[in-house]
Structure formats: C-alpha cells, structure tokens
C-alpha cells in the first residue's frame, strides 16, 4: 500500500515501484531502439539523393514531403509590440509534466 507523506508526497509501494523500474528500462531500450533507427533513417536518405520517392522492387517505399510551417515570433514581438498589445495577446496556461527521476535528482 503505497504511504501518503503530504499532500505534494506519496511513498509507492513495491507494486509502484517495480512498475517504474520496468518503465526505467523500457525508456532506455526506446532509446537505443531510436538512435539506431535514427541511423538507419539517415543511411536511407543519404540513399535517396535529390529524389523525392525511394523504391523496393518497384514499389514505394519512401518519400520525401515538402512541409510549409508558420511560426510567430514571440521575441520579435515583444521587441516592436507595446506592453499592452503583449499582455491582451498573451495567454498563460499551465499543465503537469511527469519526469522520471533518475534516483540522485530532487524535486
């Protein structure tokens, strides 16, 4: 049964715990699975060239997407905008992030 310290604490049982060794260890094989497709990605592009489609026998297998982004430029803003245009425009909003310490790390 896992030990509620205070509010902002709770001591996990062992349940609770091995699931966050177990979740320790899969994030670790995530990674090393993502760097190696990571290399494997970039062994295929450098393959492709200036091609925008790549083939297996004839068949598609990869393609290159041309993507168009917008972004706003909040520093630039501030810089040429008054105060008050930034603060009727800025929108504060919060949320939880969860992070799996590593064991030395305080919160």
Do not use: C, H, Y
Not at 87 to 93: F, G
């Amino acid at each position: 049964m896992s030990l509620q310290i205070n509010p902002e604490e709770i001591d996990f049982d062992p349940g609770i715990a091995d699931l966050i060794s177990r979740l320790r260890r899969l994030k670790a094989e995530i990674g090393e699975l993502q760097e190696q497709a990571d290399i494997l990605a970039e062994q295929i592009k450098s393959a492709m060239g200036d091609a925008i489609i790549g083939t297996v026998n004839g068949a598609p297998a990869v393609k290159w997407t041309t993507v168009e982004s917008t972004r706003f430029d909040v520093k630039k803003a501030r810089e040429v905008l008054p105060k008050q245009v930034i603060d009727l425009l800025e929108i504060k909003s919060q949320s939880r992030r969860f992070t799996l310490l590593d064991g030395g790390e305080q919160w």
